[in-house]
């Protein structure tokens, strides 16, 4: 899983249809939702941390967490 950012929310809003694009099975919904459009380059950022931090800890088995 990767995290991906379009920099630009009113052009890419409008380039690409992203409920079109999952309802045809392009792409699943799942992927759209690590997906952020966004003019903010702090909300970017965010995001990244948010979901490394999400996949770091679904990486982690519970016995490897009950020994850190």
């Known amino acids: 899983h990767v995290p991906i950012v379009l920099l630009g929310k009113a052009f890419w809003t409008e380039a ?32 990244i941390r948010s979901f490394l931090v999400d996949e770091a800890a679904r990486s982690v088995s519970p016995t490897k967490r009950g020994r850190d």
């Open 16 to 47: 690409i249809n992203l409920k079109f694009v999952a309802d045809k099975g392009m792409m699943s919904h799942e992927e759209i939702e690590q997906m952020l459009i966004t003019d903010s380059a702090a909300e970017a950022v965010a995001f």
